[in-house]
């Protein structure tokens, strides 16, 4: 399967301990979004790379949080110092810019419960 | 700026009924509309998209929607339920006509089949 991967699917930790996900998109997709999702909620947007330039960051994503695409292939997202409202399914998209014929590709998620 | 409102978090129809979600959007250019599927524990599907061209727009499993400028509105429709469509429903709407790629999502809609 060549779909949108995503490491790991579940993590548990503790408040104040640092996680990173890691998202691998489909091959040759030059853009990639993380978007996180509460329960009951739509998800919110984070974050884009076009390749390995991040081009824009929602106010969502404070000082805690950062996000690298380093070689413009697979992305990290990390969070430092995690506090209990950071428990949710962070979601990784990718796609191939084609104008109106765009169409982002979702990953099954990591989903993060901070205790 | 742009925000989409779903009309009911939870909805619920018989087996072989006609399934109609409900959608509408603010933008303040022309939108790019989409429509998207999530199982429980996985990542979002895309169920159809309209950017331009003709309104009604079809997509996966019998799925469609009809794009109203004049009531903003970009509401689903199924024919004919089936139990294989419950899950939750995503709408949501970007600005990539103008080069804002993000997707702002409603809240969701929970959709039940009653067997």
């Known amino acids: 399967d060549t779909g949108v991967s995503q490491n790991p699917r579940h993590k548990i930790t503790k408040r104040g301990q640092n996680v990173t996900f890691r998202c691998d998109p489909i091959s040759e997709h030059n853009r990639l979004y993380w978007y996180r999702q509460t329960l009951g909620q739509g998800p919110e947007f984070l974050t884009y790379?076009?390749?390995?330039?991040?081009?824009?960051k929602s106010r969502l994503l404070s000082d805690r949080f950062s996000a690298e695409r380093p070689k413009g292939s697979f992305s990290t997202l990390e969070i430092q110092r995690t506090e209990q409202g950071d428990s949710a399914m962070y979601l990784c998209a990718s796609s191939l810019r084609q104008g109106p014929n765009s169409e982002a590709f979702f990953g099954q998620g990591t989903r993060l419960t901070v205790v | 700026a742009q925000s989409v409102t779903q009309l009911g978090s939870h909805v619920s129809v018989s087996e072989g009924a006609l399934v109609l979600l409900r959608c509408n959007y603010s933008?303040?250019?022309?939108?790019?509309l989409f429509w998207y599927v999530q199982y429980p524990n996985q990542g979002l599907q895309l169920l159809l998209k309209y950017t331009t061209g003709a309104t009604l727009v079809k997509g996966i499993n019998g799925f469609e929607a009809e794009f109203k400028k004049s009531e903003t509105s970009f509401h689903l429709t199924k024919p004919s339920a089936h139990m294989s469509d419950a899950a939750e429903y995503f709408c949501a709407v970007s600005n990539l006509n103008v080069g804002n790629e993000k997707l702002t999502f409603g809240t969701g809609t929970r959709l039940t089949i009653i067997p």
């Open positions: 933008s303040s250019v022309p939108p790019y």
């Open positions: 790379f076009q390749n390995e330039a991040q081009l824009e």
